[in-house]
C-alpha cells in the first residue's frame, strides 16, 4: 500500500525528475507533482489546497537556485517545519552550509541510490507526521494565553536562536552528509548549562522556550568566529554543536570563549537565566585525523561525554565543599 504523503519534486532537469519520481515510486511514495523551475513550484505551491508534504530540490537552478527557493519556501505559512531534502550534485562545504542555513531538513547527492533515497523519504515521512500531529495538538490547545509547565528534563523543546540552530534530526543529517562529501574540518561537542534544572520555575512552555532562544543565540554567537557553526538543543539543558575549524579545538579553549560570552550577555537573559549561567564543554570529536567516522551517532557521544563531564565536575565541588566542612571542624 502507498504512502498518502504528497511529494514536489523541483529540477530543471526533466530526466532527473522522471529518475526521481520513479525512485519515490518504487519506494510507495506515488503522489508527486513535478516542477521544472522555481517559479513553477511556487504556482503549485499556491495552488494546492492540501499543501506538500515532503519537498525535493535541486541546487543548481535558474534564475532562482534551489537555495533561495528553500528559504522562500520556508517563509510560508505552514511550511515553516515541512520536510526539504536538496537533491543535487554539489559536494562542497559552501552549498552544504547553505543548504541547511536556507532551511533545508536533509541533503542527498546525485548519483543517488534507490535504497538510501528510500531511506531518507521515509523519514521525511515520519517527521512529516509528527509535525502534523504536533500542530493539530497545538490547535486544540486553543485560545490558551498561558500553558501550565509540567517540567520534563528531557524533552527537546523546538528553538529558533539564530538561523545556524537547527532541530536534532536535522543536524543529524548535516553530520552525515560530512561523512559522504569527506569534509574533515568539524569539531563536534556537547554544552551542557550547569544547575538547568534549577530554571525549571519560570512558570509557561512558552517562557522557558523563549530562555532557551535566548541561550542559543549567545551560544551561536560565541562560535559564530569560526569557519561555520551549526547547533541543536538535546535536551537536559544541553546542546550539541558542529564547529568548523582548521585547529583541532580543545574542550577548554571553547568552555572559556562560551563562558565570556555568557558572562559579557548576562542581561539579556529572562528570568532565572539571569543568575550566573556556567557552561560546561564535553571533549570535542574530531574528523580532521580521518580516523573518526562521522555518524548521527556521534551527536550522541556528544551529548554523552558533556554529561559526564558535568557530572564528575559537580561531584567534585562536592567533595570539595565537604572537605571544607570537614576542616572548618
Known sequence: MGSR????????????????????????????????????????????????????????????????????IRALPGYETVPI?????????????????????????????????????RVADALASAHKSAASSEARRGAQVAI???????????????????????????????????IQTANIFGVRIDDFEDMFGIGEVSQFVALL?????????????????????????????????????????LERSIQESFDTHRARFAGAARLPLRAFVGAPITAMSGKTNLS???????FARVQARGTAQALAGEEWQRRSRSYRI
Open 5 to 72: 504523503m504528497k511529494v514536489l519534486a523541483v529540477d530543471d532537469d526533466v530526466e532527473i525528475l522522471d529518475v526521481l519520481g520513479a525512485a519515490l515510486a518504487s519506494q510507495g511514495y506515488c503522489d508527486i507533482t513535478p516542477c521544472l523551475s522555481a517559479a513553477e513550484a511556487l504556482r503549485e505551491i499556491n495552488r494546492s489546497n492540501t499543501g506538500f508534504d515532503c519537498i525535493f530540490l535541486d541546487i543548481a537552478m535558474v534564475p532562482l537556485d534551489g537555495i533561495e527557493l528553500c528559504r522562500n
Open 148 to 182: 501550565p509547565f509540567a517540567p520534563n528534563f528531557d524533552e527537546i523543546y523546538p528553538i529558533e536562536g539564530a538561523e545556524n540552530v537547527i532541530d536534532l534530526d536535522t543536524l543529524e543529517n548535516y553530520v552525515r552528509q560530512l561523512r559522504s562529501s569527506k
Open 296 to 302: 548521527g551517532r556521534t551527536l550522541r557521544v556528544a
Open 213 to 253: 532562544d535566548q541561550i542559543a543565540s549567545v551560544l551561536s554567537e560565541a562560535l559564530s568566529r569560526a569557519d561555520g557553526c551549526f547547533l541543536s538543543y538535546a535536551g537536559r539543558g544541553t546542546f550539541v554543536c558542529v564547529l568548523h575549524s582548521n585547529d583541532e579545538l580543545t574542550h577548554e579553549t
Open 85 to 121: 531534502v536538496m537533491l543535487t550534485g554539489k559536494r562542497d562545504k559552501s552549498s552544504i552550509d547553505a543548504a541547511f542555513l536556507a532551511g533545508a531538513t536533509d541533503y542527498v547527492t546525485k548519483p543517488f541510490d534507490v535504497v538510501e533515497l528510500g531511506a531518507r523519504v
